[in-house]
């Protein structure tokens, strides 16, 4: 029997105080590709534009040629936007920078 990965409890800042458990390793490997993605630039990125520089700093054996990639991604969004790590900018589309 394969062992069950430990999971984490992540918040969302559309629904607040409704929390979701999720794999700690996918949820890490997603914050830390997301957080890097959007260190190295100087101005906002909109969700498109961070998948598309995150997606080579993801480890193919979790997220095999960037499988559920979008899914995590937004995901960890909106838990790190709810944790006051990202930001969100008013614009269309979206555009995310760290706070």
């Avoid at 830390?32 to 997606?55: G, P, Y």
């Avoid at 960890?76 to 990202?86: G, I, R, S, T």
């Amino acid at each position: 029997m394969a062992m069950e990965r430990e999971k984490i409890e992540i918040q969302n800042i559309v629904s607040p105080g409704h929390v979701t458990r999720v794999d700690k390793v996918k949820y890490d490997a997603m914050k830390d590709a997301l957080l890097a993605a959007l260190s190295r630039e100087q101005s906002a990125l909109t969700v498109a534009e961070a998948k598309q520089k995150l997606l080579p700093l993801l480890p193919d054996d979790l997220f095999p040629g960037g499988a559920k990639a979008g899914w995590w991604l937004k995901a960890v969004q909106l838990d790190l936007e709810a944790k006051d790590v990202l930001r969100r900018e008013n614009t269309k589309p979206l555009r995310l920078r760290l706070a």
